[in-house]
């Protein structure tokens, strides 16, 4: 059934995920983030590319606010969605015991890729306010590339405002990557942050960025 329902409102659900998250049903979605990033990282007025990666992402979810985003974005889908997810699922577990999945989107879900792409949407447009970054995402994959400033606020706003939404960036497992000349002050701005520093480039959706 959700196989169906995600046919029929495919581009619903791609107007609604906006024009910088690239997974909801976009053809070739990663291949445009791709050239996308190294286009802007290779600009003039670039200094580098910050690399996110959240923590168990699609499991984390926060999926009452997923479903309050669903209807006002994207009200075709949101009825199915809150019958599908409304109510926590029972996982069965070996001997008899069982916990409830309360939180993020059900793994197989034909519905889990769209429902997460305009459930983070919010963030993305807050984070457009917030700095002049250009950043695009695939799926839980963002990426922002622009001054090392701009970054930084980019990035403080990530860590502030993801949470909310069940979007956990983990530190250790980001990459920004930068021109040589900017690293000294690239490791002077991020260096508190944990987040991993390169100049020599890092994989971004399975091809070389850098």
């Not at 002077?188 to 091809?207: P, V």
Request: with cysteine; proline share 3%; hydrophobic share 40%.
């Amino acid at each position: 059934m959700a196989k169906c329902v995600m046919k029929i409102l495919k581009q619903d659900v791609i107007d609604a995920s906006g024009s910088l998250q690239v997974c909801a049903g976009l053809k070739c979605g990663s291949e445009a983030a791709i050239h996308a990033i190294r286009k802007i990282f290779e600009a003039d007025d670039s200094d580098g590319v910050l690399l996110i990666d959240a923590s168990n992402a699609f499991n984390s979810l926060n999926r009452s606010a997923a479903l309050h985003n669903l209807r006002i974005l994207c009200p075709t889908l949101a009825i199915f969605a809150i019958n599908t997810y409304r109510e926590p699922a029972r996982l069965f577990i070996t001997g008899g015991q069982e916990i409830q999945s309360a939180e993020g989107t059900t793994q197989g879900d034909p519905m889990a890729m769209g429902l997460y792409a305009v459930s983070v949407q919010p963030l993305i447009s807050r984070l457009n306010l917030s700095s002049t970054a250009r950043q695009c995402w695939f799926a839980d994959d963002a990426s922002a590339s622009g001054s090392l400033e701009e970054l930084k606020k980019w990035w403080d706003e990530l860590v502030i405002d993801g949470p909310q939404l069940g979007y956990f960036p983990n530190a250790k497992k980001c990459w920004l990557i930068t021109k040589p000349e900017k690293e000294d002050l690239a490791k002077a701005m991020f260096g508190s942050t944990a987040i991993n520093i390169s100049t020599e480039g890092h994989q971004h959706l399975g091809a070389v960025l850098g």
